[in-house]
Every structure is written in C-alpha cells, then in structure tokens.
T-cell receptor, first 113, second 115 residues
Framework: DQQVKQNSPSLSVQEGRISILNCDYT??????FLWYKKYPAEGPTFLIS?????DKNEDGRFTVFLNKSAKHLSLHIVPSQPGDSAVYFC????????????FGTGTRLTVIP | DADVTQTPRNRITKTGKRIMLECSQT?????MYWYRQDPGLGLRLIYY???????NKGEISDGYSVSRQAQAKFSLSLESAIPNQTALYFC??????????????FGPGTRLTVT
C-alpha cells in the first residue's frame, strides 16, 4: 500500500511562474519529509526537507510546506526555470531508526521557456 | 568522479540467469541501500545495510540477496532472474553520524531488463 502519494504525474509551467508540486501521506508517524529531483539517466538528488515539527522550510527558490492535519506537503518553486524540468519525488522517513525512506511515484515538471 | 557508482549501467539478461549489480561509494558513509523504481510505483526499498555486519530486508526483498563486502561496497544479486524484476535499480548511501543523517545520496542507476 502506497504510504506516500503524488497524484499528479505531470505538471507544465511557464518560465518565471510558480510551480506547485503536491504530496500526500498516510502514516502519521513520519518524522521527516524530503523532496528529491531526478534528471534522466541520473539518480535522484536531494533538494529540500522539512521536519514534522515545522510547517515551512525555505531554501532559495524552493519552499516546502507541511500541513500535518491534512497529511499533505507541497513544494513551491518560484520563479520556475527551464533547468528545473525534471521528475520530483516526495519522500518520508519512518521513525524505525533505520532511516528508511518511503517514496512517492513522482511528478514530472516541465518548465516552458 | 561520482561519489556513488553503479555497475553495470545497463544489463539485459534472460529468465533464470543469476545476475549481480554492484555499488561502490567514496563518501565514507556507513549506511547503504538498494531500491528499485518501476513506472507508476516510485522507488521501493529492497535491502539496506547499517555496516558491514548488518543486513536488513526492505519492503520488497523476495527474489533478491545482498552482500556488503566492505564499507564502500554493496552488491545486489538476483539468483534466478524473472521478467517482473525488469526495473531501474538504484544504490544509495547515508551517514548516520552527520546531520542531516536522513539525506540519502543516490547512484546513477542500473537499468535491468529480464527477457
């Protein structure tokens, strides 16, 4: 059963506009949430994270918002750039101590110049 | 040079064959992981290792085995490959001694096709 879900397989945005990628989860015991970015023929690379005790984390053009009551997080990219075109994976860490990550299915973002 | 390398990058094999995927890292991390990615399913954990003497099953370990030959090397074996093991396989590492310890670093992936 998928514990982390990304319901939008793709998203297209004009350059300079905001990109909003969404993620939902079912396990209330997750303690960290991460976003990974993946280009073709490369492995995922870490982008930004947020602790479950926070509701917002910002790093440059990237901001992650967490709504624990709704079990929902989102990644905002402002302004979007063509180089942001990639697949974005949402991931959540369980509290087992094993540091295991549970990944969503990914959203392919295309930023149109 | 890449910190996490995987060999081979692409492999086509036949049903019933034994195959090994290898992962090496130069990051000095203690933890290593093997994931597979299937279309529409995201990445799923196969096995993980805390150190050379510690191996643990992940979400989908059936049909796979692993070996942690050294801190820097973690190999994944398919003893008798079957077509539904066709997928993209990723190795990852993390450092439990250094914040942010939950961040995992991924290799470039191995695309495996079982015919």
């Amino acid at each position: 059963d998928q514990q982390v879900k990304q319901n939008s397989p793709s998203l297209s945005v004009q350059e300079g506009r905001i990109s909003i990628l969404n993620c939902d989860y079912t396990n209330s015991m997750f303690d960290y949430f991460l976003w990974y970015k993946k280009y073709p023929a490369e492995g995922p690379t870490f982008l930004i994270s947020i602790s479950s005790i926070k509701d917002k984390n910002e790093d440059g053009r990237f901001t992650v918002f967490l709504n624990k009551s709704a079990k929902h997080l989102s990644l905002h990219i402002v302004p979007s750039q063509p180089g942001d075109s990639a697949v974005y994976f949402c991931a959540a860490r369980g509290q087992t101590g094993a540091n295991n990550l549970f990944f969503g299915t990914g959203t392919r973002l295309t930023v149109i110049p | 040079d890449a910190d996490v390398t995987q060999t081979p990058r692409n492999r086509i094999t036949k049903t019933g064959k034994r195959i090994m995927l290898e992962c090496s890292q130069t990051k000095g991390h203690d933890r290593m992981y093997w994931y597979r990615q299937d279309p529409g399913l995201g990445l799923r954990l196969i096995y993980y290792s805390f150190d050379v003497k510690d191996i643990n099953k992940g979400e989908i370990s059936d049909g796979y085995s692993v070996s942690r030959q050294a801190q820097a090397k973690f190999s994944l074996s398919l003893e008798s490959a079957i077509p539904n093991q066709t997928a993209l396989y990723f190795c990852a590492t993390s450092d439990n001694r250094q914040y942010p310890f939950y961040e995992q670093y991924f290799g470039p992936g191995t695309r495996l096709t079982v015919t």
